[in-house]
């Protein structure tokens, strides 16, 4: 069994931004910052699994490309504060594999499973790489309304994050 964590792999969110007003915003890059997995890896990759678990509250922006001027440490603060208070509600993510397929002793691999997110569960698919050098990565897009989810905005609506986000992990077992 591998574990994997902030010590040895980066989680991100990645997301973009849309509307009228989209000029002003920025694409972030969030990485969570207290996650942990479990990845047993089998010959055969139907008896291979994923759990992971991550703090919710966990969430920093790491970097803000695009946008009219840079982000402030307010901006920072706000974000954070709203992704706490209003979009994960301070609820704990988690995700289990269901069923993993794919070419024995082949990469990538699809993991299915269940993803929660602010209490609801919902399936999801994504590719696993593992090289043959311990390097892992895997990516996965998270529609924000499959899970009930309202994508932020402002500026009366002129200004939205996209509701498709993509969650990546990359690390070394």
Do not use: C
């Not at 910052?33 to 479990?38: D, I, K, Q, Y």
């Not at 990845?39 to 991550?54: H, I, M, N, Q, R």
């Amino acid at each position: 069994m591998h574990r994997l964590g902030p010590d040895n792999a980066t989680l991100s969110v990645r997301t973009g931004r849309t509307g009228a007003a989209a000029k002003a915003g920025h694409d972030l890059v969030i990485r969570v910052t207290s996650w942990e997995a479990a990845l047993g890896v089998g010959e055969d990759p139907a008896k291979t699994s994923v759990e992971l678990t991550a703090d919710a509250t966990s969430l920093r922006v790491h970097e803000g490309t695009g946008g009219m001027q840079a982000l402030t440490d307010d901006d920072l603060a706000n974000i954070h504060e709203t992704i706490d208070d209003d979009i994960l509600r301070h609820q704990d993510i988690t995700f289990r594999s269901t069923r993993v397929r794919g070419a024995p002793g082949g990469s990538p691999v699809t993991v299915e499973g269940d993803l929660t997110l602010v209490g609801k569960s919902q399936p999801i698919e994504f590719d696993l790489a593992i090289g043959e050098d311990g390097t892992l990565s895997a990516s996965a897009v998270v529609k924000q309304t499959a899970w009930g989810m309202k994508p932020y905005s402002a500026l009366f609506g002129t200004l939205k994050v996209e509701d498709e986000v993509e969650v990546v992990l990359d690390g070394h077992l």
